[in-house]
Structures are given as C-alpha cells and as structure tokens.
C-alpha cells in the first residue's frame, strides 16, 4: 500500500537513556561488525538487505530495519534501536519514492552522513532519469552516486511521486542497477576490498539475466495477455513479461491507498473478468480488502487462474529465489 507520508514523532527517540536501552543491541552488532573489519549496511527492508548481503558477502553486516510480512513499510514507526543502526550504519539502502519514508526520518533524526543507494534512481521510469540501456548498468549506477557524493545529497529526500509506481525491486533490469551502485559505494569505503565487490555485483547480475531470460520466455508465448493486478506492487514485472495491466487505476489506487473502491469502478473491473478480457489476477499478500475479494471470488468461478505475490522477502528465500519463483508461478498461471 502507499499512504502519504506520515509523521514521524522521533523526539522521544533522542533520549540518550532510550537509545542505550532499546537500541544496545544494534549497536553492539555494528560495533562487532567494525571490529572485524566489516562494514556496516543498514537496509529499509529485507529485499534490500539480502541483494547488499549477496553484494558485500563476508566483508558487510547486514541490519534490514522491516524484515517481515506483518510490517507495512508505509506506516512503519521506528523505534531507538532503529535509530541506532542508521547512526552506525557505513551505507544505507533505501527504496525511496515515499515507499520507506521512515528511513528518510531516521537519517535525518540520527545526523548520519553516511552514503544512501537509493532504488528508485535507477528506475528508467523515474521521472529524473532519461533512461538507460541493459549496455549502460554498471556505468549508469556509478555515475548515478558519483553524482551524489559531489552534491553531497544522500539521496534521503524522497517524498511518494504521482503517477510513479515505487515498486522497484519487482523490475529484476532496475535491481541489476542497484546491486552494481551497492557495490561501487562498497568498494568507495574499502577501496582494497573492491574487486569483491565488482564481482559479487557481475555474479548477481548474471543471475538478473536468468530471470529476465524467463521473462522473454513469457512474452514470446503471451505477449499482450490481459492482467488484472489488484495493487500495483507486482506492475513492472507484468510489464516486463511483455503483458498489459488492464486493471483500471482507481481500482489498484484505492487498494493502494487503503480505501474503498468506488462502485462504478468494481462493476468496470468486474465486467473485465466477466468478458473473459483478463488471462490472471495477481494480488498481494499483504495488502486487501473486501473489494480485492470480490475479485478474487469472480475470478475462481470463472475459472481464471488467481495467484499472490508479497512486497517482502518470504522466509528462506533470496531476492534472485522469489523473483524466480514469481516467474514461474505468473508463467504457470497463463500456460493454464
């Protein structure tokens, strides 16, 4: 879901006692991990943190701040030992976008001037950036932070964007883009360590071909197939699969937003499943209502096939595993 960008009352977390109390344990962790020469990388969710950790490997620590389904990075309130991460952290990985709003909080509430990889700049969509090409990944990413050290903007100063979907992580080329600018700010705070880096950022983007291999899998067998997506999290990998959304954008908005769906829109999405327009309905585990069920309701009576995607990182997987398996159940669900 996304809501605007809420308040965050952090005043009571400067309380030196707080932090010491709740946050002792994230700071020992940072305090262990520079002890062993490791960097610390402090990620808004889980998804960003497991693509930091298969980029640093043995050489970062890893705190991912939301790491389960039951927490909305939207609403997410921090607590001091959230705080205490950023304030220690060497890197940072945010979504941005308005998506994780909370970290934009804490590094401004901490005073950390540490670096920021923000995702939602290597999207080709994101309303400042031109494009680029899959030729371009590397080069583009580092240019991207370059950029931000000589401004010396962190990159946390990203409220919600109309019209832009902040999704990013579901756009495997966009992630490819992100571990390659993890490892440049990587190698920039340890500059012996560097080629590491480099190739755990070449290995993981290998493997981001693999995926967008079964995505041109998709689109060769399906182009053009109707999809129906309840909220917008899953929409660039639809697009991406060389498939359309055909959900109308007050439908997915409002799920998006947690509010009602107007009445005029649900008989218009419903009338879309009924004219046999739409090849699968995709909704997100995390987010719902009762419209989302309706839909999913007249979804299976008509015999059209229904599967679910979440916004986090499912227990024991990878980033490379989920997506992977998102392909497969999307290819799954069209091949009938």
């Given amino acids: 879901m996304t809501s605007p960008r809420r308040s965050l009352a952090l005043a009571g977390l400067a309380a030196a006692s707080v932090l010491v109390l709740a946050g002792c344990a994230s700071g020992q962790q940072a305090d262990e991990a520079a002890a062993a020469g490791r960097l610390s990388v402090v990620a808004s969710t889980d998804v960003y943190g497991q693509i930091a950790a298969q980029v640093g490997g043995d050489l970062v620590e890893v705190t991912s701040i939301v790491a389960n389904a039951s927490q909305d990075p939207h609403s997410f309130e921090p607590s001091a030992r959230d705080q205490l991460s950023v304030s220690k952290a060497d890197l940072i990985v945010e979504n941005g976008g308005g998506y994780d709003a909370f970290i934009d909080a804490l590094i401004e509430s901490s005073g950390s001037e540490a670096p920021v990889v923000t995702a939602v700049e290597h999207s080709h969509d994101w309303p400042e950036n031109d494009g680029h090409d899959e030729a371009e990944a590397d080069e583009a990413a580092g240019a991207d932070d370059e950029a931000h050290d000589e401004a ?89 699969a060389g498939l359309e959304n055909a959900t109308p954008d007050a439908f997915s908005e409002a799920v998006e937003e947690g509010q009602d769906v107007a009445p005029a829109t649900l008989l218009e999405s419903l009338g879309l499943l009924r004219d046999g327009a739409v090849s699968v309905v995709i909704t997100n585990t995390q987010t719902g209502g009762a419209e989302t069920e309706e839909i999913v309701g007249v979804a299976e009576e008509l015999g059209i096939p229904v599967i679910a995607f979440s916004e986090t990182l499912p227990e024991g997987e990878t980033y490379l595993s989920w997506m992977q398996a998102n392909i497969e159940a999307l290819s799954a669900a069209l091949d009938g």
């Fill in 152 to 240: 010396g903007d962190h990159g946390h100063d990203h409220d919600h964007v109309e019209g832009f979907n902040e999704h990013v992580w579901y756009d495997p080329h966009t992630v490819a883009h992100v571990a390659a600018a993890i490892a440049d700010e990587l190698a920039a705070l340890s500059p012996d360590d560097a080629e590491t880096f480099a190739d755990n950022a070449e290995a993981f983007g290998a493997e981001v071909e693999q995926l967008e291999a079964s995505l041109a899998d998709i689109t060769t067998a399906h182009a053009g197939a109707q999809v129906f997506v309840t909220e917008p999290v899953p929409a660039y990998l639809v697009s991406a």
